[in-house]
C-alpha cells in the first residue's frame, strides 16, 4: 500500500505564508512527477504547482512569484511554500504523486486526503 500524507495546512491572514509538507510511505520504488492541486468551496480542483523528479517547475499563474514547490527525493517528500497570501487562496489542498510501486511495471497515480487553507483576517 501507498499513503499520501499532507500536512501544514492552517488559518493565517492576508499577507502571511504556510508551507505544506506532502510525505509518500508505503511500498515505493520509484517517485516521478509530484504535484499540489487545489479544491475551493463550490469550484473545481485546479492544478497550483508541478515537479518533475530531476526538479522541473511549473506554476499556475495565480501563484507565480508567491508559492514555491520543492521537493526531497530521499524521504519521498513534496513540499509546497506559500507566501503573500491572499483570501482567494483559501481552499483544500491536495498532494498528487506518479511512483512506481516495488515489484510493479508500471507507474501508478495517488492522491493524499488534502489539508485545510484557510486565508482569513
Known amino acids: 500500500q501507498v499513503q499520501l500524507v499532507e500536512s501544514g495546512g492552517g488559518l493565517v491572514q492576508p499577507g502571511g505564508s504556510l508551507r505544506l509538507s506532502c510525505a509518500a510511505s508505503g511500498t515505493i520504488d520509484t517517485m516521478y512527477a509530484m504535484a499540489w492541486y487545489r479544491q475551493a468551496p463550490g469550484k473545481q480542483r485546479e492544478l497550483v504547482a508541478t515537479?518533475?523528479?530531476?526538479?522541473?517547475?511549473n506554476y499556475a499563474d495565480s501563484v507565480k512569484g508567491r508559492f514555491t514547490i520543492s521537493r526531497d527525493n530521499a524521504k519521498n517528500t513534496v513540499y509546497l511554500q506559500m507566501n503573500s497570501l491572499k483570501s482567494e487562496d483559501t481552499a483544500v489542498y491536495y498532494c498528487n504523486a506518479d511512483l512506481k510501486r516495488l515489484g510493479a511495471l508500471g507507474t501508478s497515480n495517488y492522491w493524499g486526503q488534502g489539508t485545510q487553507v484557510t486565508v482569513s483576517s
Open positions: 515537479i518533475t523528479r530531476g526538479g522541473t517547475t
